[in-house]
Nanobody
């Protein structure tokens, strides 16, 4: 079992930046492809970005391309989501996810096995 823990959410004004972090205890994240999802009120949870196990390949939803960057530091057992130029539409609960193998390449159809509890991001206009 992989237990993921997110941090870094909060309230930010439109145009601002936040960095979300994800880690786990007892397991090494380097074994997994990692991703970030979000769920806005009244909407389904959707993928924001995904990162291969090696960290060399990524996928981003069109809505965040050029603004969000997913990265990993395997030495620190951490995965990050750097969010710039935030918009009110980015307001959501953000979830860290992990999965074995290469299913992350499915992008919007990816269904990871492991999830964190989520962290709230609120962008004010």
């Amino acid at each position: 079992q992989v237990q993921l823990v997110e941090s870094g959410g909060g309230l930010v004004q439109a145009g601002g930046s936040l960095r979300l972090s994800c880690t786990t205890s007892g397991r090494t994240l380097s074994r997994y492809a990692m991703g970030w999802f979000r769920q806005a009120p009244g909407k389904e949870r959707v993928v924001v970005g995904a990162l291969s196990q090696s960290g060399h390949s990524t996928y981003y939803a069109d809505s965040v391309k050029g603004r969000f960057t997913i990265s990993r530091d395997n030495a620190k057992n951490m995965v990050y989501l750097q969010m710039n130029s935030l918009e009110p539409e980015d307001t959501a609960v953000y979830y860290c996810a992990a999965d074995v193998g290469d299913n992350w390449v499915l992008g919007a159809r990816w269904a990871p096995h492991y999830w964190g509890q989520g962290t709230q991001v609120t962008v004010s206009s």
